[in-house]
């Protein structure tokens, strides 16, 4: 069976459980390792990871990445998941479960820049990579033996020691023959994993497996499923087309293929952006209309400035509130034409605001732009809009000053902290 010592690279033949070249218990084996070309990478806590490489101190101490006790956990590393600390968790109750936790405020930029190191060291593999998020991607290798020199699994663990020795962070590998069975696989062995799932054992992999596990299918659609008697993937895989789709639609079947670990998509490089949103969590609750409008105002603009950063313009706007009791409140709006402008989104969401701010204490705030256009058709001007074209050359030379003298170079009244 082929093996693959992922610290020295080494490759033999026969499965072993320890590297015969450097001693290495970090082997990998199984049968398809050379020849599956799909992955699936993902940092391990990847916010944390990085504060913990600044801050050397921190290595053993739990450490959560969040916006302070009203806010929620951004990201966490292996010691804090232990103690009962999930991504997304109200920041109060990560801190009861984990109280000698280290909070570190989020430094979206850091992030950022060390994603897009990883993601250029990606791009040096393959052209095919799919970006998932800040810190994954699914990659497709097929092709590239020739290349590299080495089948995939080897580029791949030597991509893996390159991003700990030059980013400072790990990550952790999901190797199978599509990019359902990869992105399953990366979850098996975190943190620092390399773990293959072949074509011929997927479906015997998932059947035991809860529905839960499926990617998709969230807490109301596993108890649809439980409800109608399928709480195991196998159950659900076992369904003909037909009968899947009389019992849960049009996504019937598709659902019933990929319980059996069947995915037909392809690693897509250029994967459409749907949607570009901002938000933030308030310390307090806020219920009056004109405190909700400062942070409001502060969020078009950094939407403005995403919009720009990607290349895409706002078709229409989505207001998102979420209340005291974590209830979720989103309203929505077409735009007459394509905006990148903090004053056209702001202008277009504040009646949105007006209609929701009905006394109801709210905990946080945000706000999306979708769909998106294209950034040339952005606020081009009409006969009903002819400033638009002065207004955003006038936003382009604030942002020019804010970026060689900070962002409180400029500031509009409205965005003004009290």
Same mark, same amino acid.
Not at 9 to 16: D, N, Q, S, T
Not at 350 to 358: I, M, Q, S, T, Y
């Given at each position: 069976?082929? %093996?693959?010592? !992922?610290?020295?690279?080494?490759?033999?033949?026969?499965?072993? /459980?320890?590297?015969?070249?450097?001693?290495?218990r970090r082997v990998v084996s199984h049968p398809e390792l050379f020849r599956l070309t799909?992955?699936?990478?993902?940092?391990?806590?990847?916010?944390?990871?990085?504060?913990?490489?600044? !801050?050397?101190?921190?290595?053993?101490? *739990?450490?959560?990445?969040?916006?302070?006790? !009203?806010?929620?956990?951004s990201a966490c590393c292996y010691i804090a998941r232990t103690r009962g600390v999930r991504s997304a968790m109200p920041m109060f109750k990560a801190l009861a479960a984990c109280p000698d936790a280290v909070v570190i405020k989020p430094e979206m930029a850091k992030y950022v820049h060390e994603g897009r190191r990883i993601r250029t060291m990606m791009e040096a593999l393959t052209p095919l990579v799919q970006p998932m998020s800040i810190d994954e991607a699914v990659l497709d290798l097929a092709g590239t033996e020739a290349l590299h020199g080495a089948p995939p699994a080897v580029v791949l663990a030597r991509f893996a020691l390159a991003v700990e020795r030059e980013v400072g962070v790990t990550v952790s590998i999901g190797l199978a023959a599509n990019r359902l069975m990869a992105k399953l696989?990366?979850? &098996?062995?975190? *943190?620092?994993?390399?773990?293959?799932?072949?074509?011929?054992?997927?479906?015997?992999?998932?059947? *035991?497996?809860?529905?839960?596990?499926?990617?998709?299918?969230?807490?109301?659609m596993a108890k649809r499923l439980q409800a109608a008697g399928f709480s195991t993937l196998g159950q659900l895989g076992a369904l003909e087309p037909?009968?899947?789709? &009389? !019992?849960?639609?049009?996504?019937?079947? +598709?659902?019933?293929?990929?319980?059996?670990?069947?995915?037909?998509?392809?690693?897509?490089?250029?994967?459409?952006?749907?949607?570009?949103?901002?938000? %933030?969590?308030?310390?307090?609750?806020?219920?009056? &209309?004109?405190?909700?409008?400062? *942070?409001?105002?502060?969020?078009?603009?950094?939407?403005?400035? &995403?919009? %720009?950063?990607?290349?895409? +313009?706002?078709?229409g706007v989505t207001l998102k509130l979420k209340t005291a009791a974590f209830a979720t409140r989103t309203r929505a709006a077409r735009l007459p034409q394509p905006t990148r402008l903090p004053?056209?989104?702001? +202008? +277009?969401?504040?009646?949105?605001?007006?209609?929701?701010?009905?006394? /109801?204490?709210?905990?946080?705030?945000?706000i999306g732009a979708q769909p998106l256009a294209a950034a040339a058709d952005a606020d081009l001007g009409d006969l009903a809009d002819p400033e638009a074209p002065k207004r955003a050359a006038?936003?382009?030379?604030?942002? %020019?000053?804010?970026?060689?003298?900070?962002?409180?170079?400029?500031?509009?009244?409205?965005g003004l902290r009290k």
């Open positions: 069976m082929p %093996t693959l010592c !992922r610290d020295c690279l080494h490759r033999v033949e026969p499965a072993v /459980t320890r590297c015969v070249a450097c001693g290495s799909v992955a699936h990478v993902d940092c391990d806590a990847f916010y944390a990871s990085v504060e913990k490489r600044d !801050r050397p101190e921190l290595l053993s101490r *739990p450490v959560i990445v969040g916006g302070g006790k !009203r806010g929620v956990v696989a990366a979850e &098996r062995d975190k *943190p620092r994993g390399f773990a293959v799932i072949g074509a011929d054992e997927a479906a015997g992999w998932l059947a *035991p497996q809860p529905v839960s596990l499926l990617p998709g299918v969230g807490p109301a037909r009968e899947a789709m &009389r !019992r849960f639609g049009d996504e019937g079947p +598709a659902l019933a293929a990929r319980a059996r670990g069947e995915d037909a998509r392809r690693v897509n490089p250029d994967r459409e952006t749907k949607s570009i949103s901002a938000e %933030t969590t308030f310390e307090t609750d806020i219920a009056a &209309r004109e405190a909700l409008e400062a *942070p409001l105002w502060r969020l078009c603009e950094k939407l403005a400035r &995403r919009l %720009t950063e990607k290349g895409f +313009a706002a078709g004053d056209v989104l702001f +202008a +277009a969401v504040r009646p949105l605001l007006a209609k929701e701010a009905d006394g /109801t204490a709210f905990r946080l705030i945000g006038r936003w382009a030379a604030v942002e %020019t000053l804010r970026a060689k003298f900070g962002d409180g170079a400029v500031m509009r009244g409205r």
